[in-house]
């Protein structure tokens, strides 16, 4: 079955660029998509289909994928931007969904 | 406004049953796939099943395959879990959330409901 891998934290300095990563055997030819997900809270779709943003999510939030590796980037990092992320893709393989591990964001 | 709303967790002994159930309101429920989507205390967000729009068709991830039903009823906006054979691993809380048959990703989720799997 298909795997994602995240890091298991990323810590960034208020004001500064956090960049998430998430690994994937040729993810770069699937559509990647990014959850928020705060203490207690359920997730929030941040962004969708590599670099797509819903609306109400700031521009700050951006996305990029190719090869092995997506990546979720939040510029100008707030405080409130602290909390879970998580990558999600479509194994077309199997018609499943799949999920990264998470990756915790601390803002310092 | 789209709203989903999970119902039916609690504690059940392991090796029991129990029905979990998803409220939709704010669209039209029939034109869309339903999942759910479990988190175990502390851990990351893990695929549990989906069903497509009219029911026909549904999967299931490994772990809960032979054990776990999804079914809706469109009549009455309801997406359900039955769970049967419940282990201490099951815990977690259990969301719901849809996708469209064009796209892949989740656009809207429940709140959840937790489910305890103990003795």
């Known amino acids: 079955s298909y795997e994602l891998t995240q890091p298991l934290s990323v810590s960034v300095a208020l004001g500064q660029t956090a960049r998430i990563t998430c690994g994937g055997n040729?993810?770069?030819?699937?559509?990647v998509h990014w959850y928020q997900q705060k203490p207690g809270q359920a997730p929030v779709l941040v962004i969708y289909?590599?670099?797509n943003r819903p609306s109400g999510i700031p521009e700050r939030f951006s996305g990029s994928n190719s090869g092995n590796t997506a990546t979720l980037t939040i510029s100008r990092a707030q405080a409130g931007d602290e909390a879970d992320y998580y990558c999600?893709?479509?194994?077309?393989?199997?018609?499943?969904?799949?999920f990264g591990g998470g990756t915790k964001l601390t803002v310092l | 406004e789209v709203q989903l709303v999970e119902s039916g967790g609690g504690l059940v002994q392991p090796g029991g049953s129990l029905r979990l159930s998803c409220a939709a309101s704010g669209f039209t429920f029939s034109s869309y796939w339903m999942h759910w989507v479990r988190q175990a205390p502390g851990k990351g967000l893990v695929w549990v099943s989906r069903?497509?729009?009219?029911?026909?068709?549904?999967s299931y991830a490994d772990s809960v395959k032979g054990r776990f039903t999804i079914s809706r009823d469109n009549a009455k906006n309801t997406l359900y879990l039955q769970m049967n054979s419940l282990r201490a691993e099951d815990t977690a809380v259990y969301y719901c959330a849809r996708t469209t048959p064009s796209s892949s990703f989740f656009d809207y989720w429940g709140q959840g409901t937790l489910v305890t799997v103990s003795s």
């Open positions: 999600q893709v479509w194994d077309s393989s199997t018609s499943d969904v799949v």
């Open positions: 040729n993810i770069g030819s699937k559509n």
């Open positions: 289909r590599d670099s």
């Open positions: 069903i497509n729009s009219d029911g026909s068709s549904t």
